[in-house]
């Protein structure tokens, strides 16, 4: 199976990577709650057709990294991380939040966030999230509806970021079309979208390199 990557991204190119995935994700629809354990996240084939409205989630930052529960070596530090969550969270821009492989691309807000900081744990920060997706929305007065108008605000222009895949050992790029794309045979499509990254051989791809998925 393959691990969970979790990462929010502004409009900048900004992007936080989470080191440490939660336990579990917990995505409300309209009409129900569902939870996903984080083991099977990569399994789930989420409905075409259903909007998601809320996303959460728990975890820590680590001021120490331990590659047996962190996702990478590099971490960041856990303040600047806060601040940088709690300055989105003001800002109210959308920010493009990815769990991957999985369908969950979505633009968001940061609707909730709780910090908790251990006595015995100095350094660490634990942190709860929560996050609404963000969609076009349209008000109307009543003096614009008596006057047969309607006043549209859209969303900041955010280009939408296309859905990347992190190479881990043993991948090849017909094993990662057969897993994301549903068939080997569209590697080529894969390496077209990565040619200046990969090279001239097709074959030579590294654990940690970031590829560009075809829709």
């Known amino acids: 199976m393959k691990p969970i990557d979790i990462t929010l991204e502004d409009s900048s190119g900004l992007k936080l990577w989470f080191p440490v995935n939660p336990s579990e994700i917990s995505i409300r629809r309209d009409r129900s709650y569902e939870t996903f354990q984080i083991v099977n996240l990569g399994e789930v084939d989420f409905p075409h057709g259903e909007r998601i409205k809320e996303i959460s989630f728990s975890s820590f930052f680590p001021a120490v990294s331990d590659l047996s529960y962190c996702r990478y070596e590099d971490i960041p530090n ?25 369908e969950v691309n979505v633009l968001v807000i940061i609707s909730s966030h709780n910090s908790t900081f251990k006595p015995n744990e100095p350094g660490d920060v634990y942190f709860d999230l929560t996050f609404r997706t963000w969609r076009d929305y349209q008000i109307r007065t009543l ?25 881990q050992p043993g991948d090849s790029l017909w094993a990662i079309a057969k897993l994301n794309l549903g068939t080997g045979s569209r590697w080529r499509e894969i390496y077209e979208l990565n040619s200046d990254a990969i090279g001239p051989n097709s074959d030579l791809i590294y654990p940690g390199q970031e590829l560009v998925m075809p829709a």
């Open 78 to 102: 856990p303040q600047l991380m806060m601040n940088q969550i709690n300055t989105w969270m003001s800002d109210r821009q959308p920010l493009r939040l990815m769990v991957m492989p999985s």
């Open 143 to 167: 003096a614009e509806l008596g006057g047969g108008g309607a006043h549209t605000e859209s969303r900041p222009d955010l280009k939408p970021v296309p859905k990347t895949y992190t190479v």
